[in-house]
């Protein structure tokens, strides 16, 4: 198997070349690739004699004429308004002379690059938040008349970002305290998404794509909801004479992140590291492969083989479709 890797940015939107190894590339979906220089970043420091440069795509054709490309006269590729199909290999055979000093004698030199570019989108957030609320017993009726009350306020408070409460739910457990004092509490959970009725309308409003408009706003809900439990601690120490029957822990306010990616799309932080938060429109047959591989112990090739033999395909997991 080719080792692939992956190369930072060199330059100002530029990815070099190698000779020893193919580059990998992550393009957002819509967007402009970066520059892939048919060179290596040594070779870009040296004179060339009559360079020429041909450039191939996934598809195994010339790119020369393609209207969805940019092709300098030095070489360098551009793949404009990137899409899932245009995932794949695209290879640069840079052609040029050697001169010898004293003889004039012309060699003709040529070098393959080989880039691997994929399409990627951004995950879907959604957030998961944990809190908790003092009450009196855990068989008290007003626990869950409360929890219901609070879901109500929680979806107000972001309704206006298609965004709203989903999968909540409240447990009372006893809590003995270090000074051995016992007290009853609320563990409430919930998540924020942004995919409330309406969504869909919204992001008819955005060209092209919705993960950057969702994401903003299930962002904006998380900070509003954040600092509605920020402000139940400044209450009870200020507003309150009678602390309530069931109120706010301070402190207990967390979040954490959780992504997800749409259908044909899926991550994989074994073989892409450098972009292990991305939703990739990765290779199908080194996914599904390669993860199995990783369960089993065998190699992907035996498994991949094994399967063209008995006609056992192997399904790509991912994300169920959304709303």
Known sequence: MEEQNSVDLIGKNYVFGSIKHKVTVYVKVFTNSPFLVCMDLARSHEELIDPKYSWVGPDGKTLKGQKYVNLTETGKLMVMGFKESMSGAYTCTLSHKIIETTTQEEREMSEAYHFMVYAYREAD??????????????????????????????????????????????????????????LHELFVSFQVSPFAPGWKEVCHQVPYDCEDATNMRVREARDRIGEFFHKQTYALKRQFRIIPTIHYVESSFSVIRIDSCQPGFGKNDITHKNCASCCGKYQTRWFKYSSLALITGLSEEYLVNISVKSGISVPLLERHPRC
Request: a positive charge; aromatic letters at 8%.
């Open 125 to 182: 957030h959604a957030y998961q938040v944990f809190v908790r609320f003092t009450t009196r017993e855990c068989k008290l009726a007003a626990n869950g008349l409360f929890f219901e009350e609070l879901k109500k306020i929680l979806n107000n408070i972001i309704a206006d970002l298609t965004c709203h409460i989903v999968e909540s739910s409240c447990k009372c457990h006893s809590v003995k305290l270090p000074d051995g004092g016992l």
